[in-house]
């Protein structure tokens, strides 16, 4: 590499040498030759610097010596550029292809929520056209309090919300946080389909529970009081078994009413604070009535004195549904204990028997609306199938978790868990909710 080199500085050496020998004029030659020599370095060096500056070819024929290697080396590096370049356009049209048929509006947005991307879905949907909305805020285009709400907080599970461009269109909205500059990925879904098929579902349900309520309390009014005029033995039974099938009915209308009330209100109307081991210590004296015969042995566990922010009449359906299962689920004797415990931060309610059980391919389904273990065991102890149901919506508008864990055998055990934000110190009595007005579902049974 450096054999050129050495030739021509030995050349301008042998030549001044020459040079002083003949004519003595050693030092001229040397400058000269030493400027000439330069001069090609200066050349190359600037050749190199605009080819690089202006992007242009480099000739394929490189010149001897170092100069030489450097352009060839100049040369192999900018091949490979061009071919990564051509990779990466092709694989970015690629990208904005699918992008463009992806039917979900997608938006990337940097720092500040400013719109750095988006594809052609967003314009139809959110109303974000990509490049002339690049670089202004979200907020500026999509002027959505609740929106703007979302994107500033994680959020797992997606927010539905009308599109702001065609007032009929309901959209499901999830965001993505990643990368290293915080950017965002929004993804919003046309939902209005399956929205209003499932809104159908939830007025039906709750318009034909509600029209059935009034003439089943009719039903049973009367036949409470053919109860009493009945003197036949024969006609007293079957009265008393249409009287606990209207019972029965009223109760599972009740509960569907009691969902789709749930379902249709976001939160809880009315929240305080929620005095647990009161509500508690109430509960298990009902299950205590309820197992009178039973000789179930149901005992209250109450290591943490803290009260729930929370409604307290739901939270009391929730809790008396899993303490009142235990009891019907199980066979007699069995032992149920009901704890309010400290976990972690938060706190958790456990209610556990050691009844028979439930095998394991139930337990994912059991929140599930009118699922039960054994159908016909569950509706002669008077269950609607609703229950667990009811306590999963109660412990999601509070924040909580339900957690069940059963083997067959060996018991069930029921764990819900409140987050500590939900959690309050006990406060003076007087401001305590009072727990006598909560709802009093499985009372009766
Ligand atoms: P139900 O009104 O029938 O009690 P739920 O939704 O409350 O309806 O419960 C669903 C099913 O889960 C019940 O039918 C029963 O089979 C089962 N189950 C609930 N709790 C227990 C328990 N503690 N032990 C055994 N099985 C239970």
Not at 416 to 431: G, H, N, S, Y
Request: charged content about 25%; overall charge positive; some cysteine.
């Amino acid at each position: 590499m450096l054999r050129f080199e050495l030739i021509c500085l030995t050349g301008i050496a042998v030549v001044s040498a020459i040079g002083e020998a003949l004519w003595g004029i050693a030092i001229p030659l040397l400058l000269a030759g030493i400027v000439a020599y330069c001069g090609w370095h200066l050349y190359h060096l600037f050749r190199l610097s605009d080819a690089i500056r202006t992007g242009k070819q480099l000739p394929a024929a490189f010149p001897a010596g170092l100069w030489g290697v450097v352009y060839k080396n100049a040369y192999i590096l900018k091949k490979r550029s061009r071919k990564r370049k051509r990779r990466l356009s092709r694989f970015l049209r690629r990208f904005t292809e699918s992008a463009s048929a992806f039917p979900d509006a997608a938006v990337i947005l940097g720092q500040g929520k400013k719109v750095e991307w988006c594809n052609p879905a967003a314009g139809e949907l959110l109303g974000i056209s990509w490049p002339q909305d690049a670089g202004q805020t979200f907020s500026q285009i999509v002027a959505d309090p609740i929106l703007q709400e979302f994107l500033e907080v994680e959020n797992e599970k997606a927010l539905e919300f009308t599109s702001p461009v065609d007032q009929r269109k309901i959209l499901s909205v999830y965001v993505t946080p990643f990368g290293k500059k915080h950017q965002q990925l929004l993804i919003a879904r046309d939902v209005t389909a399956s929205y209003y098929v499932d809104r159908m579902r939830r007025d039906f349900v709750a318009n034909a529970s509600h029209e059935l309520r009034t003439p089943l309390t009719v039903i049973r009014g009367f036949l409470e009081v053919w109860k009493t005029q009945n003197d036949s033995p024969q006609r007293l039974r079957s009265t008393e078994l249409m009287l606990s099938q209207a019972r029965r009915m009223e109760e599972t209308i009740q509960d569907l009413l009691t969902l789709s009330r749930m379902e249709h209100d976001g939160l809880p109307a009315e929240e305080a604070a929620v005095d647990v081991p009161g509500l508690l210590d109430s509960i298990v004296k009902e299950a205590m009535a309820l197992a009178e015969n039973s000789d179930h042995a149901i005992s209250l566990v109450l290591e943490d004195n803290r009260h729930l922010h929370g409604n307290a009449a739901e939270l009391r359906d929730a809790f008396s549904n899993l303490v009142f299962n235990a009891v019907r689920h199980t066979p007699p004797h069995t032992v149920i204990q009901v704890k309010w415990t400290a976990h972690g931060n938060g706190a958790q309610l456990t209610v556990a028997d050691n009844g028979g059980g439930i095998p394991r391919r139930h337990i994912p389904r059991l929140t599930e609306r009118f699922y039960r273990v054994d159908s016909a065991r569950s509706r002669e102890s008077g269950g609607t199938g609703l229950g667990l149901a009811i306590v999963k919506h109660v412990l999601a508008r509070h924040d909580a978790e339900l957690e069940i864990s059963s083997e067959v055998g060996a018991g069930s055990t029921f764990t819900c868990m409140f987050a500590p934000q939900r959690l309050i110190e006990p406060v003076d009595k007087d401001t305590v909710v009072s727990q006598q007005s909560a709802m009093q579902r499985k009372q009766s049974l």
